[in-house]
């Protein structure tokens, strides 16, 4: 799976847009970009993924550059709720359940 | 979301005796499972894949005959801490592949 590369820490303002960036610059045509979360003490969270076409949900949204080389989460009002690790991966999606492999994440703080 | 439910969320152990974290797919049927291992401030660490009706595959540095893990249905799987010392106390999170990988709450085990 390609690696994946993310800001340490963020911060952002309660009810602002929250941009989480990601670089993946040696993903593959066949990879997909995928986002997890992790509150405190707690298992990981779904949030999106996509493969190349910008995506949106009731969570978030994702914008995959055109060269797919790199993504930005978009959590368009962020709550205190919203402060967790972001972990961006890349995989493979195959119909028997593949592996995800953890980076260290984006720290996002949401602050009142 | 499909629901991933870990049990128990929380033990404390003697060092020497045996662990047993049950993770079960409530509203789906998982064929594959994962075991995922977490130190504090660090990222999760992929300790195992559990198949229904076959051996888990571990990764590499992670005993086999340690961490036992059984998948005797599409919800069920176990993973057993043998012998447990205190560097095994960690955050233990199961994951179950359905259309997406989902996760359980996890549970912390700390061994004195």
């Known amino acids: 799976d390609a690696k994946t590369t993310q800001p340490t820490s963020m911060d952002c303002a309660e009810g602002r847009a929250a941009n989480l960036p990601c670089n993946h610059s040696t993903i593959s045509g066949n990879e997909y970009v995928y986002w997890y979360r992790q509150i405190h003490s707690q298992g990981p969270q779904y949030i999106i993924h996509g493969l190349k076409n910008n995506e949106t949900n009731e969570m978030a949204s994702l914008i995959i550059t055109e060269d797919r080389k790199s993504s930005t989460l978009i959590l368009p009002h962020a709550t205190l709720r919203d402060t967790a690790v972001y972990y961006c991966i890349v995989r493979v999606q195959e119909t028997s359940g593949s592996r995800l492999t953890f980076g260290e994440g984006t720290q996002l703080t949401v602050n009142p | ?112």
Request: hydrophobic share 35%; charged share 15%.
């Open chain 2, 1 to 112: 979301g499909a629901v991933v439910s870990q049990h128990p969320s929380w033990v404390i152990c003697k060092s020497g005796t045996s662990v047993k974290i049950e993770c079960r797919s409530l509203d789906f049927q998982a064929t594959t499972m994962f075991w995922y291992r977490q130190f504090p401030k660090q990222s999760l660490m992929l300790m195992a894949t559990s198949n229904e009706g076959s051996k888990a595959t571990y990764e590499q540095g992670v005993e086999k005959d340690k961490f036992l893990i059984n998948h005797a249905s599409l919800t069920l799987s176990t993973l057993t801490v043998t012998s447990a010392h205190p560097e095994d106390s960690s955050f233990y999170i199961c994951s179950a592949s359905g259309n997406e990988q989902f996760f359980g709450p996890g549970t912390r085990l700390t061994v004195l």
